[in-house]
């Protein structure tokens, strides 16, 4: 099969980046009736990233499997905002984890992923193999010991209100649990689970970070603000990312007194 040829067919089931999709899947090291099974895989609708069994996430390539959810582009300035904030000595949380998008690509000194998907906990151990892995329900079944001692707890948790799942492209709302998409009747629900109980696992200076949409900020602000935390609001035109800060009040973590 050309590369001309495979375009062809994924142009006419409707894939907008034909091309480049295509010289992926020539690309995987498939050939013959293996290459097909893909072919045939993505052609019924499935995502590009699960076929492949990766996703390309700010320089790397993290382990997706059928099911899970994938990290979207706009997910980097959450990573990217989580870097900042973390220092060689820090403490991370990444809840609602799924493969662990925001700490595969961060250094610290002690790293923990939260989930309940165990499917999305077995790419996290494998794209963190130096994190600790957890099947959570938000804070629920942490280690109690994190308790007070978190400098940065990172979240993109669900924020797709409801009734909006069914306008999501099949890609998602088709091959995507709706665990993993459904935020619940404004879309903070969990926004506001997370804000609730974050001062209680932070450390003095700590930040809690939770991806949502421009629309929701405002929302997921006032959840922050309810739980007695300082907001920050950070967007990203280029990728479309928008993130709330909620700050505990004191000096972070190494910060002379």
Known sequence: MTSDELAARLRAAGCVFAEEEAALLLGSGHRGAGLEALVRRRLAGEPLETVLG???F?????????????????????????????????????????????????????????????VALECARVNVPHGHVH???????????????????????????TDHIELMPPEARE??????????????????????EASAWLAPGGVLLIETSRAQAPLTEGAMLAA????????????????VLGLVRGLRRGEPA
Request: glycine letters at 12%; aromatic letters at 4%; proline letters at 6%.
């Open 228 to 243: 007695g935390l300082a907001t920050e609001v950070v967007t990203d035109d280029e990728s479309g990312g928008c993130v």
């Open 135 to 161: 099947a959570s329900d938000l804070y629920a079944d942490l280690p109690g010991d994190l308790r007070g001692r978190v400098d940065v707890v990172a979240a993109n948790a669900p924020y797709v209100p």
């Open 54 to 56: 990766w996703v390309a």
């Open 58 to 118: 700010a320089g790397r390539r993290l382990q997706v499997r059928p099911g899970v959810f994938v990290p979207r582009r706009r997910t980097e300035l959450l990573a990217r905002i989580a870097a900042d904030r973390c220092g060689p000595g820090s403490v991370l949380l990444e809840l609602c984890c799924g493969v662990g998008p925001v700490a595969a690509t961060v250094t610290a000194r002690e790293i923990h992923l939260g989930d309940l998907d165990p």
């Open 175 to 196: 091959h995507e649990t709706a665990m993993a998409l459904d935020g619940g009747a404004d879309g903070v629900d969990l926004h506001r689970r997370i804000a609730a």
